[in-house]
C-alpha cells in the first residue's frame, strides 16, 4: 500500500541535543508537509516542499530546520530542542499544492528532557 | 487569516446512537473543506471534503458534512456510531490558491457499549 511512513514513532532527546526527525512516502508526490502539533492545539506547519522548492512559515523558529534529498524523503532538523518543542510532529504529503487532500504519516512524538 | 474552531474537544457517544461534530471556520475566499479521522497509532485519513455544488456531502464510513455558507459551518455527521468510531477527528480549510491547509485541534470521539 502506498503510504507516509515516519521513523521514528517516538523520540527522546535531551535539552539543546539536536535531533533529526525522518518522513519517507511512496505516492510519489510533490509536496511534503511538516507540522508541529501541541497538545490541545491546532496542528501548526512549520513548512513545505514543492519538489524542491522549500518554503518556510514567517513564524517557523530558525531553530527548524528541513532536508528533502529526493522525492521521496525529508527529514526535520531541530538543531538545539527546548522544552518548549516537545510536540507530536507530522509529515503529511500532496499531489498538488492548494487545497488538494494531503496524506499524513503516524507521527512522532518529540520528549524533551 | 483563515482559521478553524471545533468547539467540542471530547464527546461521548453510545454505540448505535446518532453523532454530530461541529466545525465553524474563517476563511477569505471560497473554501475548500475536509474532515480527517486519525485512530491511535495511525496517520489522519481523509473522511470525505467540499469544493462545491451540493452542500451535503457524503464520505467514507458512513459519514456526511454539510456546508452551510451563512454560518461558516461544516459539521460532521453519522447516524449511528460503531466502536470504531472511536477516534479523533480534524476539521480543515483551504481555498484553490492556497499552499497549505488549516486544521481545527481536534475532536476525540468515545463510544461507549
Known amino acids: 500500500d502506498a503510504m507516509v511512513i515516519q521513523n521514528p514513532r517516538y523520540q527522546v532527546t535531551q535539552f539543546g541535543k539536536p535531533v533529526t526527525l525522518s518522513c519517507s512516502q511512496t505516492?510519489?508526490?510533490?509536496?511534503m508537509y511538516w507540522y508541529q502539533q501541541k497538545s490541545s492545539q491546532a496542528p501548526k506547519l512549520l513548512f513545505h516542499?514543492?519538489?524542491?522548492?522549500?518554503?518556510n512559515e514567517a513564524d517557523t523558529p530558525d531553530n527548524f530546520q528541513s532536508r528533502r534529498p529526493n522525492t521521496s524523503f525529508c527529514f526535520l532538523d531541530i538543531r538545539s530542542p527546548g522544552l518548549g518543542d516537545a510536540a507530536m510532529y507530522l509529515c503529511?504529503?500532496?499531489?498538488?499544492?492548494?487545497?488538494?487532500?494531503?496524506?499524513f504519516g503516524p507521527g512522532t512524538r518529540l520528549t524533551v528532557l | 487569516a483563515q482559521s478553524v474552531t471545533q468547539p467540542d474537544i471530547h464527546i461521548t457517544v453510545s454505540e448505535g446512537a446518532s453523532l454530530e461534530l461541529r466545525c465553524n471556520y474563517s476563511?477569505?475566499?471560497?473554501?475548500?473543506l475536509f474532515w480527517y479521522v486519525q485512530s491511535p497509532g495511525q496517520g489522519r485519513q481523509l473522511l470525505l471534503k467540499?469544493?462545491?455544488?451540493?452542500?451535503l456531502v457524503q464520505g467514507i464510513k458512513g459519514f456526511e458534512a454539510e456546508f452551510k455558507r451563512s454560518q461558516s459551518s461544516f459539521n460532521l455527521r453519522k447516524p449511528s456510531v460503531h466502536w470504531s468510531d472511536a477516534a479523533e477527528y480534524f476539521c480543515?480549510?483551504?481555498?484553490?490558491?492556497?499552499?497549505?491547509?488549516?486544521f481545527g485541534a481536534g475532536t476525540t470521539v468515545t463510544v461507549r457499549a
Open positions: 467540499y469544493f462545491s455544488g451540493d452542500t
Open positions: 476563511y477569505g475566499a471560497t473554501p475548500y
Open positions: 505516492l510519489n508526490h510533490n509536496v
Open positions: 480543515a480549510v483551504g481555498g484553490l490558491n492556497d499552499y497549505k491547509l488549516s
Open positions: 516542499y514543492y519538489d524542491k522548492d522549500f518554503n
Open positions: 503529511a504529503t500532496s499531489s498538488a499544492r492548494g487545497a488538494n487532500e494531503q496524506f
